[in-house]
C-alpha cells in the first residue's frame, strides 16, 4: 500500500528558532502534497497545497513567510516553521495524492509530527 | 461553501454493542466521501471511501451508507470492541483536485 512518512515524529525547539518537517511518498510519486496541523481535540486544519515545482497555495490566514513549503521532488515535500512561538505548537500532519490518481484516488496521510515551542 | 458536520462529538458504549456516526454535508455535489479513525497523538488512517456514485462500502464490520440527496452519511460499527475507540473523521472531497473539508470528528469510547 502507498505509505507516507514524516520526519521528525516529534520536535521540541526553543521560542525563535526554525523548525523543518519532512515529508515523503514512500512508494509512490506524488504531485501535490496538502500540509494540515491540528489543535488538540480539533479537526485538521488545511494550511497549504504544495505542487511539486511550484509555489505552494496557502489557506486564508496562513502566514506564507512563516510556514515555509518546498515541495522540489515528487517524493518530498518540507514544512519549515520560521522563527517558531509557543503558539504555533502543535501536530501537523501531511498527505500525498499519487500522481494519475492510484487505485484508491485518494490522499495518503503521513503519521504526524508534534511540534512544541518553549 | 461545503460545510461536514459529524454527531455527536463524543460516545461512550458497552463494548459488544452496534453503534452508529454520522455525517452530515451541506453540499450534495460531491466527487467522494471518506471515513477516518485517528487514535490520540497519531496520524490518520483511512477506513472506508465512498465514491459519489456508490451507496455503501462495508470493510469487515465497519458499514458506511451515503446518501447525497439528503447530505448525510453514516458509519456503523458492529459489534464493537475496546480497540475501536478512537477519534473518526468524516470528510467530503468537493472536486477532483483531492481538497477534503472535514468534520470535527466524533470521539468514540468503548467500555470493556
Known amino acids: 500500500g502507498a505509505v507516507v512518512s514524516q520526519h521528525p515524529s516529534r520536535v521540541i525547539c526553543k521560542s525563535g528558532t526554525s523548525v523543518k518537517i519532512e515529508c515523503r511518498s514512500l512508494d509512490f510519486q506524488a504531485t501535490t502534497m496538502f500540509w494540515y496541523r491540528q489543535f488538540p481535540k480539533q479537526s485538521l486544519m488545511l494550511m497549504a497545497t504544495?505542487?511539486?515545482?511550484?509555489?505552494?497555495?496557502?489557506e486564508q490566514g496562513v502566514e506564507k513567510d512563516k510556514f515555509l513549503i518546498n515541495h522540489a521532488s515528487l517524493t518530498l515535500s518540507t514544512l519549515t516553521v520560521t522563527s517558531a512561538h509557543p503558539e504555533d505548537s502543535s501536530f501537523y500532519i501531511c498527505?500525498?495524492?499519487?500522481?494519475?490518481?492510484?487505485?484508491?484516488?485518494?490522499?495518503?496521510f503521513g503519521p504526524g509530527t508534534r511540534l512544541t515551542v518553549l | 461553501k461545503q460545510e461536514v458536520t459529524q454527531i455527536p462529538a463524543a460516545l461512550s458504549v458497552p463494548e459488544g454493542e452496534n453503534l452508529v456516526l454520522n455525517c452530515s454535508f451541506t453540499?450534495?455535489?460531491?466527487?467522494?466521501l471518506q471515513w477516518f479513525r485517528q487514535d490520540p497523538g497519531k496520524g490518520l488512517t483511512s477506513l472506508l471511501l465512498?465514491?459519489?456514485s456508490q451507496r455503501e462500502q462495508t470493510s469487515g464490520r465497519l458499514n458506511a451508507s451515503l446518501d447525497k440527496s439528503s447530505g448525510r452519511s453514516t458509519l456503523y460499527i458492529a459489534a464493537s470492541q475496546p480497540g475501536d475507540s478512537a477519534t473518526y473523521l468524516c470528510a467530503v472531497r468537493p472536486g477532483s483536485n483531492y481538497q477534503l473539508i472535514w468534520g470535527a470528528g466524533t470521539k468514540l469510547i468503548i467500555k470493556p
Open positions: 465512498i465514491q459519489s
Open positions: 453540499d450534495s455535489a460531491i466527487y467522494n
Open positions: 504544495s505542487n511539486e515545482g511550484s509555489k505552494a497555495t496557502y
Open positions: 498527505s500525498a495524492a499519487p500522481m494519475g490518481g492510484g487505485a484508491a484516488d485518494t490522499q495518503y
